[in-house]
């Protein structure tokens, strides 16, 4: 329906992901209202681009859109200060693992790194693959990963450090770092 430009088809998404989409922006801001406010905006680039844009995966795609729209809301947030939320926390946690994406010259290599660990991802566990999925691309809190998995929080964090130390390894292996 969106091909046709019907906005039927806007309500639509919201009635089926929006729910997804706003705890996906929430965890990254850790606001309501940010959050809904990310979704509106990943809607409005969904209505821009569709046509001639046509997505394999419409809720993948859309996610996609939330969450670089809460990554680009946190940065502008966030410049002139560090620390402090989620997102900063988890993606420190991976920093002794990555390169700096800083530089446009590595862009191959980027590329090249996120194949290596999207391969890693597929060879874990599926209880495994998600808490590394929801900690490292959705931001959520340790403490909610605990609930959510039905682990104690120490449980959490030490299966994250031991998946990053064994993706670091992979990533060696591979000769990627």
């Known amino acids: 329906m969106l091909n046709n430009r019907d906005e039927q088809a806007l309500k639509e998404s919201v009635q089926q992901y929006g ?3 706003r705890s996906v922006a929430r965890n990254i801001l850790g606001s309501d ?3 809904e406010e990310c979704l509106n905006d990943a809607l409005l680039r ?3 681009a569709i ?5 394999e995966n419409y809720c993948a795609y859309l996610l996609k859109l939330v969450r670089n729209a809460a990554l680009d809301r946190c940065k502008a947030r966030q410049r002139g200060k560090r620390g402090g939320g989620q997102l900063t926390q988890a993606l420190d946690e991976l920093t ?3 390169p700096s994406a800083e530089n446009i010259e590595h862009e191959l290599e980027q590329r090249e790194l996120m194949q290596a660990v999207t391969k890693y991802l597929q060879a874990l566990p599926e209880k495994q693959r998600n808490l590394f999925i ?3 691309w959705q ?3 340790v403490a909610s990963l605990a609930k959510r998995f039905a682990m104690n929080e120490n449980t959490v964090k030490v299966t994250l450090a ?3 130390k064994r993706l670091q390894k992979y990533l060696r292996e591979e000769g990627l770092l």
């Open 134 to 136: 929801c900690r490292y």
């Open 139 to 141: 931001a959520e809190p």
């Open 19 to 21: 729910a997804l989409c």
């Open 33 to 35: 209202e940010d959050a």
């Open 162 to 164: 031991r998946l990053r």
């Open 51 to 55: 046509p001639p844009a046509k997505p």
């Open 46 to 48: 969904v209505w821009q």
């Open 96 to 98: 002794e693992i990555f």
